[in-house]
Nanobody, 124 residues
């Protein structure tokens, strides 16, 4: 069993940056792929980024490539998402996910564990 707790959300101006964190509990964290998704009001939850168990491989949604960076610290059992050059339309609740059950990783039902989310608000 893995529990995930996101933090770091808040209000930022368009073009600004935030760093989200996801702290995990559970002995098997370091063996899991980890991911970030987001969900804006009235929209479906969408894939943002994924990182492999050792951090050696990352994968991003096309819309965030070059602006967002996913990373992890297995010793701290934490995964991060650096958000740069934020756009107003990227305001959403950002969710951390753990353990890929099947591919593709972009599908929410293919992940086993979820956090409660952290709100990111982007002002003009």
């Amino acid at each position: 069993q893995v529990q995930l707790l996101e933090s770091g959300g808040g209000l930022v101006q368009a073009g600004g940056s935030l760093r989200l964190s996801c702290a995990a509990s559970g002995r098997t964290f370091s063996s899991y792929n980890m991911g970030w998704f987001r969900q804006a009001p009235g929209k479906e939850r969408e894939f943002v980024a994924r990182i492999s168990w050792n951090g050696g491989s990352t994968y991003y949604a096309d819309s965030v490539k070059g602006r967002f960076t996913i990373s992890r610290d297995n010793a701290r059992m934490t995964v991060y998402l650096q958000l740069n050059s934020l756009k107003p339309e990227e305001a959403a609740v950002y969710y951390c996910a753990a353990r890929v059950l099947r591919t593709p990783v972009t599908v929410t039902t293919n992940w086993e564990y979820w956090g409660q989310g952290t709100q990111v608000t982007v002002s003009l």
